[in-house]
């Protein structure tokens, strides 16, 4: 998969209809980019450990506990922002997730996607992983022609089968 990734322009142009098909590659790498994509923002969960807790168990440094609860939070969109939006820009397009399945996000134009392009696919993630398992995203799919989910309209990115 890797070896044959391109960084070129999608062939002939715009991504067709049939190079996008990809709707169960992509709920599979949903699932596994989900997992990975939320290791590191778990593991600074442990941050909280430093917060000194007396013996009734109540919290003896609420402004440490604050300042502990930002950081974990700073961290946590640093790790997701790296994961969906930076790494991609640099590997084509590709999650890891998308890398094991054998797809990649180009522009709507077939050219090489931006890291612009890409925040705004990650930011409207949100609204298509609703009602929490991502039934819109999913719905949205199934209805568009190149099997866009509204992050990828708004982005204006397809998903397309890796060459």
């Given at each position: ?108 134009e077939g050219g090489p996607v931006t890291a612009g392009r890409l ?12 009602p929490g398992i991502g039934l819109v995203g999913l719905a949205v ?23």
């Amino acid at each position: 998969m890797a070896a044959t990734r391109s960084s070129q322009p999608f062939p002939l142009g715009s991504p067709t209809a049939p190079a996008t098909r990809v709707v169960a590659r992509r709920a599979a790498q949903f699932a596994v980019d989900c997992v990975l994509s939320s290791i590191l923002p778990v593991l600074c969960l442990a941050l909280f450990l430093i917060v000194p807790l007396g013996a009734d168990g109540r919290v003896q440094s609420p402004g440490l506990a604050g300042f502990v609860a930002i950081l974990i939070a700073v961290l946590a969109v640093a790790a997701y922002a790296w994961y969906w939006v930076l790494r991609p820009a640099g590997h084509q397009g590709a999650t890891i997730g998308m890398e094991l399945f054998g797809i990649r996000v180009v522009s709507a134009e077939g050219g090489p996607v931006t890291a612009g392009r890409l925040a705004i696919r990650w930011a409207l993630l949100v609204v298509d992983v609703l009602p929490g398992i991502g039934l819109v995203g999913l719905a949205v799919m199934l209805l568009t022609r190149r099997r866009q989910r509204l992050g990828d309209l708004a982005a204006r990115t397809v998903v397309v089968r890796d060459l």
